[in-house]
């Protein structure tokens, strides 16, 4: 249900699990057993954990918005961190010359010394590109508006 908000918490570098294919009660014994917090559109859901957010809006501004509310010191630039499909550890990777580079990465502006970012767990490539641009835009726009 929050997936979009999922990626965008992990843009800023948030530790952001996502529950798929688990019943309200498998959703609240994981959220506890790792201590984490939980967001939820579902007010039954929400109301088995205490560590939780009910989030009303089904737009993505207005639950970021909601999220920054409940922790005013959300960070809100974008960090290569986490990786937004998988939540994995993304670190610097050096790609070496004769491997090819993956479709779709800028090889000219690697070799010109565009850093790149490589998620531990299922290898995705990241790198600061025009998507990141709007992001970054996106998350400014979002945090210049009023927290109510
Ligand atoms: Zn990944």
Redesign the pocket.
Known sequence: MLGRLTRYLRFVGLDTAYARGLTDHEVATWARTEGRFLLTRDRALAGQVEASLLLHSAALVDQWRAVRRRFPDLPTEVRFDR?T??N?VLTPHRPSGDRPLPAGTPEERVRAGLPLFK?Q??G?LYWEGSHTADVRARLHAWTAGPIE
Do not use: D, R
Request: glycine share 12%.
């Open positions: 990786c499909i998988c994995g998620c767990a299922c995705h």
